[in-house]
Nanobody, 122 residues
Framework: QVQLVESGGGLAQPGGSLSLSCAAS????????MGWYRQAPGKERELVAS????????YAESNLEGRFNISRDNAKNTVYLRMNSLKPEDTAVYYC???????????????WGQGTLVTVPS
């Protein structure tokens, strides 16, 4: 079984910064992509950013790429999200995702973390 454990959420003032981390554990042979999604109150879950095993990144919006930075440590099966210049509209539960987690030959999983709350008051 594969688990994702997130940490680093909390309260930040507008213009401040927070860092999130997400570590995958279990019987893992490889992970194709890892990413962060967020779900604001009353809204659907949306992609924030993702990163492939080769380091290629994808940000859902260009303005996020200027404020957020996603990175990954393949050896630790860990993905990070550094969030700068935070705004009240960044308030959401942030979920970690690992896609195409290879647990054995021919067996792949998509796994979600439990979510961590980020609050930026207005």
């Amino acid at each position: 079984q594969v688990q994702l454990v997130e940490s680093g959420g909390g309260l930040a003032q507008p213009g401040g910064s927070l860092s999130l981390s997400c570590a995958a554990s279990g019987r893992i042979l490889s992970i194709d992509a890892m990413g962060w999604y967020r779900q604001a109150p009353g809204k659907e879950r949306e992609l924030v950013a993702s990163i492939n095993s080769d380091g290629r990144t994808n940000y859902a919006e260009s303005n996020l790429e200027g404020r957020f930075n996603i990175s990954r440590d393949n050896a630790k099966n860990t993905v990070y999200l550094r969030m700068n210049s935070l705004k009240p509209e960044d308030t959401a539960v942030y979920y970690c995702n690992a896609r195409n987690v290879r647990v054995r030959v021919g067996r792949y999983l998509d796994v979600w973390g439990q979510g961590t709350l980020v609050t930026v008051p207005s």
